[in-house]
């Protein structure tokens, strides 16, 4: 599952290199989910679903333990304090996370909003059902080989912002 996948490229990608993987891609943004339903037409696909709406309704609704992995890459910061409440990384939405990872399921994120990064790996290691995979300044400042750049992820690099990449195991 991707939660707010913007235009969908990495989604896209994701997809392209796992076709025998079933995905979920959430976009409550008409314009988002748009462009990532134009990338996609013409190609015979069975392994998408998509839910334009707000990802925690959806994943109230999941059985628990159905997903293997959950990306949030590049959320929406909502940099004042009296907004820190409607992050999606919190510990109310981890307990909701954790219910729908399988054991060993991966919770991937990304930022280039340090104060965001802070709270993220924050908010994570304190949850009890995550361990940070990190063991060395680098896990989290330099992408993995197989990382997928996003379109985003581009554009902060090129206005100068430095992408922090967080990976959790769900215990």
């Given at each position: 599952m991707e939660?707010?996948?913007?235009?969908?490229?990495?989604?896209?990608?994701?997809?392209?290199?796992?076709?025998?993987?079933?995905?979920?891609?959430?976009?409550?943004?008409?314009a988002g989910l748009s462009m990532f339903l134009k990338s996609i037409r013409g190609k015979s696909l069975t392994h998408i679903r998509v839910f334009a709406?707000?990802?925690m309704m959806l994943v109230d609704r999941l059985a628990g333990g159905c997903l293997d992995g959950i990306?949030?890459?590049?959320?929406?910061?909502?940099?004042?304090?009296?907004?820190?409440k409607r992050r999606i990384v919190s510990a109310a939405n981890l307990d909701r996370m954790a219910r729908v990872?399988?054991?060993g399921g991966k919770l991937v994120m990304a930022t280039d909003?340090?104060?965001?990064?802070?709270?993220m790996v924050t908010q994570a290691v304190r949850h009890p059902a995550f361990v940070w995979?990190?063991?060395r300044a680098d896990d989290w400042r330099v992408p993995p080989a197989d990382w997928i750049e996003t379109r985003y992820e581009v554009k902060g690099r090129q206005a100068g912002r430095r992408q922090t990449y967080l990976f959790f195991t769900r215990r």
């Open positions: 939660i707010g996948f913007g235009n969908g490229e990495h989604l896209a990608a994701l997809m392209d290199r796992h076709p025998a993987t079933g995905f979920i891609g959430v976009e409550p943004f008409r709406d707000d990802a990306y949030i890459l590049n959320p929406d910061p909502w940099p004042k304090k009296r907004h820190h990872l399988k054991s909003v340090d104060d965001l990064a802070d709270w995979a990190s063991r």
